[in-house]
């Protein structure tokens, strides 16, 4: 079994055919809710490039599928983004429809989408299948942020896919470095980060078959131990509010070897990290070769 990591994107749960309006959604970012929003006539947007599409129909008559995104529009990132999804039969009816909505589509990463569908005739098979963006429903934000950036932003790790009741169930760690908290800002946990994790399962020809998604990631401060290395700070001599704790007497207030100097001389260490996990859950079973784990920013 490969596993591969990759930056991308986040999405909404599938849904059944029915009318689209209010599927549109609102930014999560600092650099999107920062910025007035603009249409998709105003800047003159080419269209989302749907990159590959790709489904899987379940014992259950479920339809298990994942797409993914890029945006050619630089400079600016698409908010609320509504995919149609719909699947045809041989004699072109259409037999299954949706949408699925991205909230943020960066401009220079690929983004990745899940869901499912529900096959109402078991005994039709699904020949054409197409996802398609609504472009006249999207706001667009600029955006300053370099794809090398986003690339960078989430480090994914200890992926794992096993099986239970009758599902696949994918989990990992994701962590993302904070950094400092903005001028003004009271406390590191002014400082965080929202992300979307996707998986995407592919056959050995590289074809997306299926895919799922985890919901709500956060990352901020309080999920790990905040580093203090090279800011001068000596683990144990602060309090939870960053206030000083002074020393007993006769307490040593040198650091140990080890460990940063008070006066803030010591070497650079580790930013601020936050860690948690992820689990995401597919409601089936099939053959697969790869796994690509993509997240991306955004609720």
């Known amino acids: ?3 591969s990591k990759k930056l991308v994107a986040m999405l909404s749960a599938g849904v059944m055919a029915f009318s689209l309006v209010g599927l549109a959604g609102c930014a999560s970012s600092e650099s999107a809710s920062s910025t007035v929003e603009s249409t998709t006539e105003e800047i003159n947007a080419q269209d989302l490039e749907v990159t590959g599409s790709g489904f899987t129909v379940l014992p259950d008559n479920t339809v298990s599928y994942a797409f993914t995104v890029e945006n050619p529009n630089e400079g600016y990132i698409a908010n609320s ?6 699947g045809y039969d041989a004699n072109d009816v259409m037999v299954i429809g949706g949408g699925e909505t991205i909230q943020e589509v960066y401009p220079g990463v690929t983004t990745a989408a899940a869901g499912t569908s529900y096959l109402a005739d078991a005994t039709v098979e699904i020949a054409r299948f197409e996802v398609k963006p609504l472009m006249e429903n999207i706001l667009w934000t600029k955006t300053t942020e370099t794809p090398e950036e986003l690339n960078s932003m989430f480090q994914l790790s200890d992926q794992q896919v096993k099986e239970n009741d009758g599902s696949m169930v994918i989990t990992g760690s994701i962590s993302a470095d904070l950094g400092e908290p903005e001028e003004g800002a009271d406390s590191a946990l002014d400082r965080r980060e929202d992300a979307h994790v996707v998986a995407i399962l ?29 800011t001068g700070v000596v683990p144990g001599s602060v309090d939870e509010e960053g206030n000083p704790i002074e020393p007993a007497e006769g307490e040593m207030t040198e650091p140990v ?43």
């Open 81 to 86: 983004a509504t995919f149609t999804i719909e």
């Open 1 to 3: 079994m490969k596993l």
């Open 257 to 299: 070897e080890g460990e940063p100097p008070a006066d803030g001389t010591g070497e650079e260490g580790e930013s601020n990290i936050a860690k948690t996990t992820y689990t995401i859950t597919i409601p089936g079973i099939v053959e697969y070769a790869s796994v690509d784990i993509y997240a991306t920013p955004g609720i």
């Open 202 to 230: 592919r056959d050995a020809d590289g074809n997306i078959i299926c895919g799922g998604s985890a919901m709500g990631i956060m990352l901020d401060p309080s999920m790990t131990p905040v580093s203090t290395a090279g």
